[in-house]
């Protein structure tokens, strides 16, 4: 197809794509354009369009103007070559929601049990009331109340469809949050394209075929294009290709640049060619797709083939999963791989290892779920054996054909009863309080700056031990200006006049600044009137950009006189060069190159330096030391950071140089000047450091910049103290002191450095990582420690990942850091790292008030029910209260306790750690009083309530009698007590004062409040479904009354000290340091947490599948469906996102971690290299000692 245009001349060509919207190619060429690569790209190109030119003709774009924006020919571009944007998939409806909400196995037991009542109330045997059957059938009062025998089957029915509803609704609010939150992070996401000859910045999905986008380093791109320009580009290609190598790309050999691949190094200029469905990542994007449901099949047949272990180990991937964890456990998957020749795989690589409360919450349930499972099942067979004992033992009966169905409806009753004991004892509401929790803190996280993309890392914030930050733009305001200059051999302090240097220096220092430096960074008049002048781009580069300015002079039209285009070559700034410089071409043949970079790197390579006169004179390492000394310490030492520019001359008669070869190069440079540039710290962030000391965290500062800058700049921020007995070192010493003589780090060696260092300078990208790593594996202390980094660069994309919590920055962050990170603040302050903190702290403490009220009801409504159902054959408790006593213990208690606003005196305790029991002892203390006062108060009742309150006795009633006053006050007193009780939850660690701040969380006093109100209803009107009949006044202000008591009672148990009950155990703990090394020997394999380990012992299939936390997983599966989205700050549907993608990734775990090993490598190859610079030469520990000498 493309053939044929190419041997028309240009005219038919265009006629003939008239079809196409007036456009000389369509997008099926284009399409096939793009599947090509470097030299057969670039034949291809020649043959059908002539060059890149060419097409930019077709498509109607200039390749310097850009599009001209006219609405009309945006429509026409996106009805020919489509939109920039992918469908998302499509959310589930309520329906399916319902659907899945009753997959879970005890309402489906429950159901079943209830059908059989139904059935067995409507069938009466003939001569089935004969006196042959005992007193089974006799008491039945009159005809009516046996013809009601169908209403408790009923009613059980009616509440599973309660319970469906409101999960599926829960399910559902949840998709529609994270939904509007993706679209909020979508609109976000933009792209600089050049329109009308301007560069603005539009909306991702706006971008259509035929602009002309820039492109620098650290983007990733949103759409599939053709370079027209580029300098010094490498591009990482492997999240299409798996290839991790960079890929270098130019006009002449590769200039095909693929949507959803990241710019590691350089800049330059591409004309969209394919966008959306189009695009290369579209594409795979519509295949995996369209093999969706086949898939979804597929999966599903190779699990029911797999052993049951693994079939049910897939149905539940772990107790609350709220991250996304991989598809198949190991097991599993080998199992499958045996059955399918090519199993689908789903590549879902983990994000770190389960998190650390998921961890502890698994284990839980699994431990309660067990001996709820126990509990109801010896219920069932103590009941039966009793009937069965009773009837036909002592009172010698046989067994009448007639009387059948009436034993079978005792046997159903006693199942019944089983479930209801069984259903209490789960506690169901545990994933719902964490989902609840985490999803309403996530919410009101964006108001605080915090856009969460993974949803554990809330919480996992919330244990942080240590804190990594960079220090420009976070603990800094990121407004950076020149405030001293060496220049002409004089320095300085305030920015000089521009008569004040020579002409000559002036020229090339304003040539040298305007042209070695990003052509999209810029100073824009202020948008206020008054305001400050707006810094776009890089901001080092903008400081020195108002340098010239403030000289009266300006770049902007040395930039038009030399574009882009011009530019011979350009080394673009990169961690391990710290430099940046660019070449042109004399008319005279030679060649000049322009340099700028960190001070100390940049005058190692200066041979000369230009005088007061503006002639060069030598400059030799004596000289260096000495300006070292008297100029960059005394500005380091004030906060400045130090830039120096230079330049270099290659003459017309030596001929090209070898510009590969950088060391000779950038070597035999003449310094210009040298300037100290102020980036202020920010007003807030001291206050904010001191606050997370007090909370017992570890604040680190991790720069590029001079050690004596950052000293200067962690003293002002409170990092350092005065007198205090810390480390500040650079990169390369920090490199000496943990490496072997072979150059790897050693764990021991870090382990003496890390726990005093504060200021980590001159630092690599690859310190950064190896510092975090350090931390993370180390197993110095009681507690491991729990880390969170900062990033903005590319390179920063490791430690991020490798961090227990990543934080991106979301105005100075590429889009490869966000991609890594696990938190964006969008306003690049640490202060909103300290409210991350509080909001984790916060998450934690919600699911311990919701842990210590839920398992009080649990231990007191078990043993109630096993009890009485043992001594009077009946639960004092029937089915369907139950079943509402589990749905404002569980569904409403955990909105009303995991939705409490977080207080500052969070901050005031130490982090938890990751070992650290969910229960803690004083909570322990707190269940075990409560349900012992519960305990007394119901069997006084049951026992002795009758004589008390002066009614009838409602125990030993025979099947189908009315219900009675004495069993409605029992369970209106027990709602009453866990309604009070409900208060007292909301302090767990002992606190006084369990209203404090009650008015400050309105849903928890709705909650409270509602559930009363139809408390009242149920009793007075709820009539033989609920069991209930209608109490006078009197009776209801003792419940009432009762309830109180547990306010008191309290107050009671807290006076106790918990020091003296040292026979309480605590539960829920973490991964203790034995099992850590277990797990350290087993990396690399995906963990599998211990819990689950002990499922596998206990009877999986059993207890997997009572577990109720089933239901509620629900929940965590309707963000399955839309926190892919979440795992990228771009959802799947802008076409952006794709790669972000699990599913895309071609590669295992295994493989993606030594990738990005091998990448840190690459950065750095040796040790020593990483650390950039020392600090002024001389060996470092003497360096170090002078320079803090000269700072004093």
Not at 282 to 295: Q, S
Not at 829 to 848: E, L, P, Q
Request: aromatic content about 6%.
């Amino acid at each position: 197809m493309a053939n044929n245009t190419a041997d028309h001349p240009a005219g038919n060509s265009v006629a003939e794509g008239n079809h196409d919207g007036d456009f000389g190619v369509t997008v099926m060429e284009l399409r096939e354009l793009m599947e090509l690569r470097s030299a057969e790209a670039v034949s291809k190109i020649q043959e059908a369009h002539g060059d890149v030119q060419g097409i930019c003709r077709r498509l109607k774009t200039s390749p310097i103007e850009g599009l001209s924006g006219n609405p009309v020919d945006l429509e026409k571009r996106h009805a020919s070559y489509g939109q920039n944007f992918i469908p998302p998939k499509k959310a589930k409806t309520f329906l399916q929601l319902v659907w899945e909400a009753l997959q879970d196995v005890t309402l489906i037991i429950l159901e079943i049990a209830a059908i059989i009542s139904l059935g067995l109330s409507f069938y009466h045997p003939p001569g089935g009331d004969s006196e042959a059957c005992g007193e089974v059938a006799g008491g039945v009062e009159d005809e009516g109340e046996s013809q009601a025998g169908w209403i408790e089957g009923a009613a059980i029915l009616f509440s599973v469809i309660i319970v469906v509803l409101v999960t599926a609704f829960n399910d559902w609010s949840k998709e529609k949050q994270f939904r509007g939150l993706q679209s909020r992070i979508e609109q976000e996401q933009k792209f600089t394209v050049i329109r009308k000859g301007q560069v603005i910045q539009i909306p991702v999905a706006e971008m259509v075929v035929g602009d002309i986008a820039q492109i620098k380093y650290g983007d990733l791109l949103p759409a599939d294009g053709i370079l027209i320009q580029g300098n010094d580009l490498k591009i990482d290609e492997s999240s299409l290709t798996g290839e991790s190598d960079q890929v270098r790309k130019s006009l002449e050999k590769d200039p095909m640049l693929l949507s959803g691949t990241h710019v590691m190094e350089g800049s330059g200029r591409m004309v969209v060619s394919a966008v959306g469905l189009n695009s290369q990542t579209g594409i795979i994007f519509t295949l995996l797709g369209a093999g969706d449901h086949d898939e979804e099949k597929k999966v599903k047949k190779s699990k029911k083939q797999g052993p049951p272990e693994n079939r049910n180990k897939a149905k539940t991937q772990d107790g609350i999963a709220l991250e996304i964890q991989p598809l198949k456990s190991e097991e599993a998957a080998e199992s499958e791989e045996k059955e399918e020749a090519k199993p689908v795989k789903k590549v879902n690589v983990t994000k770190k290892e389960k998190s650390v409360l998921q961890g502890k919450l698994t284990k839980l349930a699994v431990q309660i779920g067990k001996a709820g499972l126990i509990m109801s099942a010896v219920t069932v067979i103590i009941l039966i054996l009793f009937f069965v004992i009773d009837n036909f033992g002592i009172q010698g009966r046989s067994w009448l054909a007639e009387c059948t169905p009436i034993y079978i409806q005792y046997f159903v009753k006693f199942f019944i009863i089983g479930v209801t004991v069984l259903v209490v004892a789960v506690p169901e509401g545990l994933p719902l309080a964490v989902t609840i929790s985490l999803a309403y803190s996530v919410k009101k996280m964006m108001k605080d700056n915090n856009l969460v993309r993974h949803l554990d890392a809330c919480e996992t914030m919330g244990n942080a031990t240590a804190i990594c930050s960079d220090k420009t733009g976070t603990l800094t305001m990121n407004r950076m200006t020149v405030v001293q200059a060496y220049v002409g051999d004089t320095h300085y302090r305030t920015v000089p006049e521009p008569d004040a240097i020579k002409p000559e220096t002036l020229e090339v220092m304003v040539n040298s600044i305007a042209i070695n430096s990003a052509y999209t960074t810029k100073i824009l008049p202020p948008e206020k009137e008054g305001g400050l002048p707006r810094h776009v781009g890089n901001k080092t580069e903008c400081a020195l950009l108002g340098l010239v300015l403030d000289l009266k002079r300006d770049y902007q039209p040395i930039r038009e006189e030399i574009p882009e285009e011009k530019l011979y070559k350009v080394y673009t700034f990169n961690s391990a060069r710290k430099s940046m410089s660019t070449v042109l071409k004399n008319a005279d043949g030679g060649y000049r190159m322009y340099s700028k970079g960190a001070s100390e790197i940049v005058l190692r390579k200066c041979s000369s330096i230009l005088d007061a006169q503006g002639q060069p004179r030598n400059f030799k390492p004596k000289d260096r030391d000495e300006m070292v000394k008297k100029v960059i310490e005394p500005m380091a030492c004030d906060g400045l950071r130090t830039i120096c520019v230079a330049y270099r001359d290659f003459p017309a008669e030596a001929g090209e140089p070898n510009w590969e070869s950088e060391n000779d190069i950038l070597n035999d440079l003449t310094c210009i000047v040298v300037v100290g540039i102020e980036d202020p710290v920010r007003h807030e962030v001291p206050e904010a450091i001191s606050k997370c000391q007090r909370a017992g965290i570890t604040v680190r500062m991790v720069t590029g910049d001079n050690i004596n800058t950052a000293r200067a700049i962690a003293t002002k921020c409170g990092i350092l103290l005065p007198g205090e007995d810390f480390l500040c070192m650079e990169g390369k010493e920090f490199n000496q002191q943990i490496r072997n003589d072979q150059g790897e780090v050693e764990q021991e060696r870090l382990d003496k450095v890390w726990p005093k260092l504060r200021v980590l300078a001159r630092s690599s990208p690859t310190d950064k990582h190896t510092l975090v790593k350090g931390i993370i594996d180390s197993l110095v202390g009681e507690t491991r420690q729990v880390v969170a980094v900062t990033g903005d660069g590319t390179n920063d994309g490791p430690a991020l990942k490798k961090a227990d919590v990543g934080f991106a920055m979301g105005i100075a962050g590429t889009d490869v850091a966000k991609e890594a990170s696990d938190i964006i603040l969008t306003d690049d302050n640490f202060t909103s790292i300290v409210k991350a903190v509080m909001w984790g702290r916060n998450v934690y403490d919600s699911i311990s008030k919701f842990l210590q009220f839920q398992l009080t009801v649990n231990v007191v409504a078990v043993i109630v029910a096993f009890t009485g159902a043992c001594i009077t054959q009946d639960s004092p408790l029937k089915a369907v209260q139950m079943l509402w006593v589990n749905l404002i213990m569980d569904t409403l208690a955990s909105l009303a306790l995991a939705t409490e606003p977080p207080t500052e005196s969070l901050l005031l305790r130490r982090p938890y750690g990751r070992n650290k029991p969910l229960i803690s002892r004083t909570m322990m203390k707190n269940i075990l009083g409560h349900a012992v006062y519960q305990l007394v108060i119901i069997f006084t009742l049951l026992f002795a309530g009758e004589k008390i309150f002066d009614i009838d006795n409602g125990r030993n009633t025979p099947l189908h009698s009315p219900p009675s006053e004495h069993y409605t006050i029992v369970f209106n007193v027990f709602v009453m007590m866990q309604l009070f009780n409900e208060i007292n939850a909301r302090k767990i660690h002992g606190e006084r004062n369990v209203f404090e701040g009650i008015y400050r969380n309105p849903i928890f006093c709705t909650v409270v409040l509602g559930t009363f109100a139809l408390q009242i209803v149920i009793v007075q009107f709820g009539g033989k479904p609920f069991s209930c009949t209608a109490l006078t006044i009197d009776q209801w202000l003792w419940c009432v009354f009762i309830g109180v008591g547990e306010l008191l009672w309290g107050q009671l148990i807290s006076a106790i000290p918990t020091h003296r009950l040292k026979f309480l155990k605590e539960a829920g703990h973490g991964t203790t340091k034995e099992e850590m090394h277990e797990e350290e020997l087993t990396e690399g394999a995906d963990e599998i947490d211990h819990a689950e380990m002990e499922m596998r012992r206990g009877q999986i299939l059993w207890f997997r599948g009572l577990n109720r936390i089933q239901t509620q997983i629900k929940v965590v599966n309707a963000f399955r469906s839309s926190l892919y989205p979440m795992e990228s700050p771009e959802s799947r549907s802008s076409i952006h996102s794709f790669m972000s993608h699990p599913e895309f990734v071609p590669q295992s775990e295994e493989e993606a971690r030594t990738v990005t090993k091998e990448a840190a490598e690459q950065v750095d190859p040796l040790p020593s290299a990483s650390s950039g610079a020392g600090g002024g030469g001389g060996d470092p520990p003497a360096a170090f000692a002078r320079s803090h000498e000269s700072c004093i």
